[in-house]
Nanobody, 127 residues
Framework: QLHLVESGGGLVQPGGSLRLSCAAS????????IGWFRQAPGKEREGVSC????????YYTDSVKGRFTISRDNAKNTVYLQMNSLKPEDTAVYYC????????????????????WGQGTQVTVSS
């Protein structure tokens, strides 16, 4: 069965760090463009970061630039989102999604066509 699984969420104090993982089952993630999204209660889903399959280029939404880092580990078939200096406004359910289109660029994120979505992992930043 083909699916994505996120993990690594939890409760952290402001200023703390978490590393989210997006692991693929049944397919190879390095053939996919990967996006990270988040959705807070009462808010629309937001594209947070992405990494392209073609050249590994990355994108970050302005609110997380300098604090979040997206990366791939092809050997583990996993994409990570390292989140540092977390703020209460980062609280949300975080999702990863995979798009296999070869020609995708980060310039068109988050408007990609996603083949797979994960189930989400909760991140809560609170003292």
């Amino acid at each position: 069965q083909l699916h994505l699984v996120e993990s690594g969420g939890g409760l952290v104090q402001p200023g703390g760090s978490l590393r989210l993982s997006c692991a693929a089952s049944g397919f190879t993630l390095d053939y996919y463009n990967i996006g990270w999204f988040r959705q807070a209660p009462g808010k629309e889903r937001e594209g947070v970061s992405c990494i392209s399959r073609s050249d590994g280029s990355t994108y970050y939404t302005d609110s997380v630039k300098g604090r979040f880092t997206i990366s791939r580990d092809n050997a583990k078939n996993t994409v990570y989102l390292q989140m540092n200096s977390l703020k209460p406004e980062d609280t949300a359910v975080y999702y990863c999604a995979a798009d296999k289109t070869i020609s995708r660029t980060t310039m068109t994120f988050p408007g990609w066509e996603y083949d797979y979505w994960g189930q989400g992992t909760q991140v809560t930043v609170s003292s």
